[in-house]
């Protein structure tokens, strides 16, 4: 009765040397999908799932009508953990996600799957960091995402911009990004403001819109961390403000 989409979950669980328990109560009859119930628990240790190596993993989950749920959802990792909860339809391509995280936002990605993991393409992250996230992800046309997080880390950013901390809000819904309440330290000065990625009335191009204020920004270290050559032949302090 399982869906060829919570088969291919499923799969990508990778037993090491570390204990499994599960518990499960099922009912019904399996020759209806609509008509088997399932609850049960699990805890696991020293496993890959998605070929993202995990220390630990506990969770409580339920199948009904071809709707699942994984609850009370704890996975350790040496540098954190993410808690929370996911669910979805064994049929379907979205999933609806509300987590916290002090784990490697990338790890977690991966964990999830591809269709989560493609939305953090150019973020590093080198520090701790916390994440809140909640909504749906869309991994099969991406129409239907639409998710909100709030971001609070250190040593972290996107392509080649750094924040030694920073923190935001973001959400993403309609192919458009919008970051608020952006506030951090970087290149030794203060950083804040909000930005805003969306794709033109075609759609065939994408546009943003900024609005930022700097203070005491170190321009040796900014040049630097972009990449040119000679910086060492500019020294002082940015402050400037744009809308």
Known sequence: FLSSNLVEYVGAFVARDGPITCHADISGQTRRPDAVWITGGVQASNFSWNAVPVD??????????????VDDLTVTRPEGAVSGRLSG????????IDLTSTADPLAIA??????????LDGFHFVGPMRIAARGIVDYGTGALTDIRAEVDGREWGYAPFHLERGSLKAAYKNSRFDATDIRGLAYEGDVSGQASFFPDAAGSNYCYSLSAKVADVNLNTLLQSLGYKGQEDYEGLIASECV
């Open 89 to 96: 339809c064994a049929d379907g391509t979205t999933l609806a």
């Open 56 to 69: 630990s993993a506990q969770a409580r989950f339920g199948y009904a009508n071809g709707l699942w749920a």
């Open 110 to 119: 991966r964990l999830i799957g591809p269709g989560v993991s493609a939305y």
